[in-house]
């Protein structure tokens, strides 16, 4: 297994890969120094590995080594039967803002939840 980034015009993509397939992969953007999560995900058959823990740790150290980045942001967007808000903060991440916000898809409603972790 490997992880490995790519860089689009507005975007970076670090990918997870095993066996010449991508099971996860994280987007993000550097806007100053802050590092801005916009969507990771990792294929069901593979959740519960570690694999969007890892991810997070290259971002991060991604982010440390080539931008110097002091902090890192995001939204989970957590339906009634995740635990988005757990997973970020075993890795780090604090809720930065209390008031819940909901967004409706059509089909599913989510929680919409600003969080961030500080780099020192």
């Given at each position: 297994?490997?992880?490995?980034?790519?860089?689009?015009?507005?975007s970076?993509?670090?990918?997870?890969?095993?066996?010449?397939?991508?099971?996860?992969?994280?987007?993000f953007?550097?806007?100053?120094?802050?590092?801005?999560?916009?969507?990771?995900?990792?294929?069901?058959?593979?959740?519960?590995?570690?694999?969007?823990?890892l991810?997070?740790?290259?971002?991060?150290?991604?982010?440390?080594?080539?931008?110097?980045?002091?902090?890192?942001?995001?939204?989970?967007?957590?339906?009634?039967?995740?635990?988005?808000?757990?997973?970020?903060?075993?890795?780090?991440?604090?809720?930065?803002?209390?008031?819940?916000?909901?967004?409706?898809?059509?089909?599913?409603?989510?929680?919409?939840?600003?969080?961030?972790?500080?780099?020192?």
């Amino acid at each position: 297994m490997s992880t490995f980034f790519t860089k689009n015009i507005n975007s970076n993509v670090c990918k997870f890969i095993s066996n010449q397939k991508i099971i996860g992969s994280c987007i993000f953007g550097i806007i100053d120094k802050n590092l801005r999560i916009y969507n990771i995900q990792v294929n069901k058959e593979y959740r519960n590995n570690k694999i969007g823990s890892l991810l997070l740790k290259e971002v991060e150290t991604y982010g440390k080594q080539h931008k110097n980045i002091k902090s890192i942001s995001l939204t989970a967007h957590e339906d009634s039967d995740s635990n988005l808000q757990y997973f970020y903060q075993k890795n780090g991440f604090k809720i930065v803002n209390n008031s819940l916000l909901n967004y409706d898809d059509g089909i599913n409603i989510y929680n919409l939840i600003d969080m961030k972790k500080y780099i020192s």
